[in-house]
């Protein structure tokens, strides 16, 4: 079936612009995931959701980030003011909620921030 | 908070075997898992360890030490294509919940030579 899917791959913005990542979970995961990545870096922890609802929003660094998942499927990453520091591969990921529960990862959107 | 520490770099040639070492320290251990990345590719997952012990999976094992806060990969019989970066994650409980954020290391990069 069809894995977690990002659009769009590659966003190159300016400093100051206001920037919205999109992401697909496989059909029928209730968890949703958002990290960042950078090079050479492991991904590092934004905000989870179970269903609509934030779980645990406290790896989004400013509120500058949000994050919102209004029918419990695509969520939407939204930066405002950009700065040259957001600039990062990132990732979404997804999971059952059930078993080992594994994340399963999309390809990522690479982030430049010029 | 976590500490994930995990080798930078690890080099072996094809055929050989290769372990990997992962030490962490976490408030709320729900499992460990490693994930294998590609470069510019997204993390897919490998294996998961939430009791002491060995999991066998083809050519790849993983070993959990939780009183050690201790986990090693183990990669038998080297192929030219398994030279990426391979990620230590450590699942937390998250907020009263049994989901969780995963908590990474670096990644440990593998070059596999002829």
């Known amino acids: 079936g069809a894995g977690v899917s990002q659009t769009p791959s590659n966003k190159v913005t300016e400093k100051g612009k206001y920037v919205e990542l999109r992401c697909d979970p496989i059909s029928g995961h209730t968890a949703l995931y958002w990290y960042r990545q950078s090079l050479g870096q492991g991904p590092e922890f934004l905000i989870y959701f179970q269903g609509t609802g934030a779980a645990d929003d406290s790896g989004l660094p400013n509120d500058r980030f949000f994050a919102v998942r209004p029918e419990g499927s695509v969520s939407t990453l939204k930066i405002q003011r950009t700065e040259r520091g957001d600039s990062a591969v990132y990732l979404c990921?997804?999971?059952?909620?059930?078993?080992?529960?594994?994340?399963?990862f999309g390809p990522g959107t690479r982030l430049t921030v010029l | 908070g976590q500490n994930i520490d995990q080798p930078t770099e690890m080099t072996a040639t094809e055929g050989a075997i290769v372990q990997i070492n992962c030490t962490y320290q976490?408030?709320?251990?729900?499992?460990l898992f490693w994930y294998q990345q590609h470069a510019g590719e997204a993390p897919t997952f490998l294996s998961y360890n939430v009791l002491d012990g060995l999991e066998e999976k083809g050519r790849f094992s993983s070993f959990l030490s939780r009183s050690k806060g201790y986990s090693y990969l183990l990669l038998k019989e080297l192929q030219m294509k398994d030279s990426a970066s391979y990620l230590c994650?450590?699942?937390?409980?998250?907020?009263?919940?049994?989901?969780?954020?995963?908590?990474f290391g670096r990644g440990t990069q593998l070059t596999v030579w002829p």
């Open positions: 976490t408030s709320g251990f729900n499992g």
């Open positions: 994650a450590v699942r937390d409980h998250g907020r009263g919940s049994t989901l969780g954020r995963l908590y």
């Open positions: 990921a997804s999971s059952s909620g059930a078993g080992v529960d594994e994340q399963f």
